[in-house]
């Protein structure tokens, strides 16, 4: 009998309770979630920061690598298509040198791009 008059109280009390309290708004959850994906679009994302090294030894790897690749090529027309000869022409060496020249200005290039992009941060 005394467990009936207990689970009354507890109904009686939780009522009062529930009317005492304020309720919130039926959209409450959806200004939230907006609020949060409006901050979360906003706020800055970190960039991981990539090592000097790392980045310095691909640039040298994917650069001269693709050097070397078209030197070949330049070498290996050369000699199919003009002969022994034009390899120890001049023109041939000029050909050769300027492509060393574009691509190590190439070169410079990124790194100085590297440069000024990590004293910016």
Same mark, same amino acid.
């Given at each position: 009998m005394k467990e009936k008059r207990t689970e009354t109280e507890d109904k009686q009390f939780r009522e009062l309770m529930q009317s005492a309290g304020k +309720?919130? @708004?039926?959209?409450?959850?959806?200004?939230?979630?907006?609020?949060?994906? =409006?901050?979360? =679009? %906003? &706020?800055? +994302?970190? $960039? @991981?920061?990539? +090592?000097k090294s790392v980045s310095l030894l691909r640039d040298l790897g994917n650069i001269f690598g693709a050097m070397y690749i078209l030197l070949?090529?330049? $070498? #290996? #027309?050369? *000699?199919?298509?003009?002969?022994?000869? !034009? %390899? +120890?022409? @001049?023109? !041939? /060496? #000029? &050909? $050769?040198?300027?492509v060393s020249v574009i691509f190590s200005? %190439? /070169?410079?290039? &990124?790194?100085?791009?590297? *440069?000024v992009r990590e004293k910016k941060k």
């Open positions: +309720k919130a @708004p039926d959209n409450l959850q959806h200004r939230i979630m907006h609020q949060i994906e =409006a901050e979360h =679009a %906003l &706020t800055r +994302k970190k $960039v @991981p920061s990539a +090592k070949a090529a330049i $070498v #290996g #027309g050369s *000699y199919l298509l003009l002969g022994e000869e !034009f %390899l +120890k022409s @001049p023109h !041939f /060496w #000029g &050909t $050769v040198i300027l200005s %190439l /070169w410079m290039i &990124t790194r100085i791009d590297c *440069y």
